[in-house]
């Protein structure tokens, strides 16, 4: 099959969603692989490198999801996937009236005509592209350390629209030594939410 037919897919799965404005809802999760910034602090590292293996035809990824028949929201993360074509995928997954999620980098474009929520979780070594801050819905911040809160301001800043949700979230090897520092720092700018991985504490994919 034509390779444009087709995507590099590192774990698919049905479950709940642990982070953000959405937490707590079941959604299926489909995983890009790739990514073309590489943190030191990714929890999803197996992600990053593409084998052959790892195509999979879009009527096979459809169908993995339909299989599991209460999914009314797909969420496509990565990696990176706007690393690629999502087009052919999405218009095939909103026919069947799914509700569309992409959690991306914004260093790629995304063409969110069919895209129904759009997170965006900014990295400092390649920041989101200009056009992608107007299309935003969510702004996920990771905080490792208090320099990242100048940088969360930062992007911020760029945002056009006022029903943007803006979230810090805990890099989760630090978790309990930077939620104090979260926790101080939202109740004097309340403009920010906090947003925790609660699916791993409960030890869900």
Not at 72 to 88: A, D, F, H, K
Not at 114 to 121: E, F, G, M
Not at 141 to 157: H, L
Request: charged residues 25%.
């Amino acid at each position: 099959m034509n390779k444009k037919n087709q995507y590099p897919i590192t774990e698919s799965f049905y479950s709940i969603q642990g982070e953000g404005h959405y937490y707590g809802i079941a959604a299926y999760f489909i995983r890009f692989g790739g990514c073309n910034i590489k943190c030191d602090w990714c929890d999803t590292k197996e992600s990053w490198n593409i084998k052959k293996k790892d195509f999979v035809p879009i009527h096979k990824i459809i169908a993995n999801v339909n299989n599991n028949h209460t999914v009314r929201t797909v969420i496509i993360t990565g990696g990176e996937p706007t690393m690629w074509n999502l087009s052919p995928l999405i218009k095939e997954l909103k026919k069947k009236g799914y509700r569309i999620h992409i959690e991306t980098s914004g260093s790629y474009p995304i063409k969110e005509k069919y895209v129904d929520w759009i997170t965006i979780s900014p990295k400092k070594i390649k920041l989101p592209i200009p056009e992608n801050y107007k299309k935003i819905n969510e702004l996920k911040i990771v905080i490792s350390d208090e320099n990242d809160f100048s940088f969360a301001e930062e992007q911020a800043t760029y945002i056009e629209s006022p029903n943007c949700f803006l979230f810090l979230q805990p890099e989760w090897n630090k978790t309990f030594r930077i939620i104090p520092e979260i926790i101080s720092y939202i109740k004097k700018n309340p403009k920010w939410r906090i947003s925790f991985q609660i699916h791993k504490m409960l030890n869900l994919p």
